[in-house]
Antibody, heavy 120, light 106 residues
Framework: EVQLMESGGGLVQPGGSLRLSCAASGFTFSSSWMHWVRQTPGKGLVWVSRIPSHGSSTTYADSVKGRFTISRDNGKNTLYLQMNSLRAEDTAVYYC?????????????WGKGTTVNVSS | SYELPQPPSVSVSPGQTASITCSGDKLGDKYVCWYQQKPGQSPVLVIYQDTKRPSGIPERFSGSNSGNTATLTISGTQAMDEADYYCQTWVGSTAVFGGGTKLTVL
C-alpha cells in the first residue's frame, strides 16, 4: 500500500525550531519528487516546499524562504522539513505529498498530516 | 504573485450537476488539478492535467480548462461528494492553490 506518514509536530515557542519527518512506503521514494503543504485550521491549503528526487534544486514559498529547509534521505525513504525561527503564523497542519510522475506537479498521495502549534 | 480565486461556497441538490470554478490569468495555458478534502481528512486528487481522473475516482467527476477559467464538474452529485474542493496549478517551480470551495449537497 502506498503510504506517507508524517511525524515531529508539536508545541513550540515563537523563534524556536522543529523538524518534521515523512516516512514513505509502498512506492519507489527515490524516484519521486516530494512536497510539503500546510493548512491552518479552518483555512485553505498552502504550498510550502518541493524537492526533486535527487535532492537538489529545492524551492520554497516566499513566506518560509530562509527559515525552512526541505531535505530527504532516499536510503531511509524519508522526507524532512527543518523549520527555524518559527512564528505564530506557521501554526498549521503540515502534510507531505508525493508528486505524480507526469511532470505536471499534481500531488497524488498525501499523508495524514502532523500539527505544528507555535505559541508562547 | 499568482492567485486562483474560487467561490467560497457552492450548493447543489442531490442528483444535480455541481460546477466549481477556478480563475487565473491565462489559466488555460497551464495545467490544473483538483483536490477533494472532507472534514478531518487529507486532500485527495480527483482531477489532474485539466481533465484526467486518477484511478478510483468516479466518472461523475470531470474537469475543463480554457481561457482564464478552470472548472470542476460533478454530475449526478451525491451526498458523499460534500467536501471542500481546491484547484491547483504551478508557476515556475512553485505550486499555487486556490482558496477552496465548500460544496454543500442540500
Amino acid at each position: 500500500e502506498v503510504q506517507l506518514m508524517e511525524s515531529g509536530g508539536g508545541l513550540v515557542q515563537p523563534g524556536g525550531s522543529l523538524r518534521l519527518s515523512c516516512a514513505a512506503s509502498g512506492f519507489t521514494f527515490s524516484s519521486s519528487w516530494m512536497h510539503w503543504v500546510r493548512q491552518t485550521p479552518g483555512k485553505g491549503l498552502v504550498w510550502v516546499s518541493r524537492i526533486p528526487s535527487h535532492g537538489s534544486s529545492t524551492t520554497y514559498a516566499d513566506s518560509v524562504k530562509g527559515r525552512f529547509t526541505i531535505s530527504r534521505d532516499n536510503g531511509k525513504n524519508t522526507l524532512y522539513l527543518q523549520m527555524n525561527s518559527l512564528r505564530a503564523e506557521d501554526t498549521a497542519v503540515y502534510y507531505c505529498a508525493r508528486e505524480g510522475n507526469r511532470g505536471t506537479m499534481e500531488m497524488d498521495v498525501w499523508g495524514k498530516g502532523t500539527t505544528v502549534n507555535v505559541s508562547s | 504573485s499568482y492567485e486562483l480565486p474560487q467561490p467560497p461556497s457552492v450548493s447543489v441538490s442531490p442528483g444535480q450537476t455541481a460546477s466549481i470554478t477556478c480563475s487565473g490569468d491565462k489559466l488555460g495555458d497551464k495545467y490544473v488539478c483538483w483536490y477533494q478534502q472532507k472534514p478531518g481528512q487529507s486532500p485527495v486528487l480527483v482531477i489532474y492535467q485539466d481533465t484526467k481522473r486518477p484511478s478510483g475516482i468516479p466518472e461523475r467527476f470531470s474537469g475543463s480548462n480554457s481561457g482564464n477559467t478552470a472548472t470542476l464538474t460533478i454530475s449526478g452529485t451525491q451526498a458523499m461528494d460534500e467536501a471542500d474542493y481546491y484547484c491547483q496549478t504551478w508557476v515556475g517551480s512553485t505550486a499555487v492553490f486556490g482558496g477552496g470551495t465548500k460544496l454543500t449537497v442540500l
